[in-house]
């Protein structure tokens, strides 16, 4: 139950709900406190969550004590690389940012994106929000260059995490991914225009992430639903047609309203878009295989260099078309053709005219030179 209230007081505190998002959060604190005891995890999660509350209303040396204590209880159970000590650090920084002790809360904010940095890689939405913090904290004590460049590397940062991600989001989720990016655009936009003076480089990553934030989150849903509908796959295909229809049905629904019955239409509302999320998860998760399997299709030579032995050399690669005697299905397949490497080697010059003059010979001797020669063979559908 406590944990649910963790969950209700957040949503509160993100629609500006402070004093019903406190009430929750006391209560549940009292819960873990009884249960667990006042030094367990759980406890120094809700004292963080309930500091960032008071921090939003200005209330800040209650949400310094409850910051700092979490902070003790945090740093007693995890390893020193923990997302909870992260984001602890990082409502820390935000507080001092507030206190205007600016030395202070550079340090928190640089320990906060290490932290993030070393768990989840450099393009991370986490990584992003560190680098926001340290960047109104360079804002507001006005080091405008230092933290246009801040800010422009969490933009960039939420746009390459996108990027790695989109063909296997939902809309929703991908939607979720243009908001966070819209909102990170913003903000390196408004401190553009606030800045004095801004170099030709600023002004150059300026329009680059003006161009970047429009309209990419919609063109790569609408290219992935191209691909689908490409697709021979009569299941894709039934998917696709459920999910329009669905959406369609859910729009009527909400044209024509509630009527007399608020629970009745409550519930068809909730079947209906319960119903066209695990289509769009299904559907994702087929783009994100097909466009895998296209992937690998995009053989390239050095892709194809570095499954030869040390001693080998690639000449050249082509791909070959044949036809099953039995079913007649056709394969598209990869002909690698390579000097033989149990032989003296010699020049690749000198290999390629006898390769090119015998046609095919060779290929035997390449593929026993080949450790994987299985996995450089490529099915595709005709």
């Not at 004292?47 to 800040?60: A, F, N, P, T, V």
């Not at 299709?297 to 030869?308: F, G, N, P, T």
């Amino acid at each position: 139950m406590a944990h649910t209230l963790n969950g209700l007081a957040a949503l509160h505190r993100d629609a500006g709900n402070f004093d019903q998002a406190v009430a929750l959060l006391e209560r549940s604190l009292a819960i873990f406190e009884t249960t667990f005891g006042a030094e367990h995890m759980a406890v120094a999660r809700s004292q963080s969550l309930l500091g960032d509350i008071h921090l939003r209303r200005g209330e800040l040396p209650r949400a310094e004590d409850l910051f700092k204590r979490a902070l003790e209880i945090l740093g007693a159970i995890f390893p020193a690389d923990s997302e909870d000590l992260a984001l602890c650090r990082r409502r820390l920084a935000l507080l001092h940012q507030q206190q205007g002790l600016f030395a202070l809360a550079e340090t928190r904010g640089h320990e906060s994106l290490d932290i993030r940095r070393r768990l989840f890689g450099d393009i991370h939405p986490r990584v992003a929000e560190s680098l926001e913090t340290l960047a109104r904290g360079l804002r507001l004590q006005g080091k405008n260059e230092e933290a246009l460049e801040l800010a422009a590397q969490a933009f960039w940062v939420r746009q390459q995490h996108f990027e790695h991600n989109a063909d296997a989001l939902t809309e929703g989720d991908a939607l979720a991914f243009a908001g966070d990016m819209r909102r990170s655009a913003q903000g390196f936009l408004d401190l553009f225009a606030t800045a004095p003076r801004a170099s030709c480089e600023m002004k150059r990553a300026a329009a680059d992430i003006l161009l970047a934030s429009k309209g990419q989150v919609s063109d790569r849903i609408f290219e992935r639903q191209r691909i689908l509908m490409r697709e021979s796959d009569p299941v894709l295909a039934e998917k696709m047609r459920t999910l329009r229809t669905v959406k369609f049905l859910l729009s009527e629904h909400y044209i024509d309203g509630p009527g007399d019955d608020l629970a009745a239409y409550r519930q068809e509302s909730d079947s209906l878009l319960n119903w066209a999320e695990r289509l769009e998860a299904e559907l994702a998760r087929a783009g994100a295989d097909v466009v895998s399997g296209r992937a690998e299709e995009q053989v390239s030579a050095d892709r194809i260099a570095a499954e030869l032995p040390e001693d080998a050399s690639l000449v050249e690669f082509y791909r070959c078309r044949s036809e099953d005697p039995i079913d007649g299905l056709k394969d598209d397949g990869l002909m690698l053709i390579a000097p033989d490497c149990t032989r003296r080697p010699s020049p690749v010059s000198a290999r390629r005219p006898r390769i090119r003059r015998h046609g095919g010979s060779p290929c035997a001797g390449a593929r026993a030179c080949i450790p994987s020669a299985v996995s450089m063979k490529r099915r595709w559908p005709t």
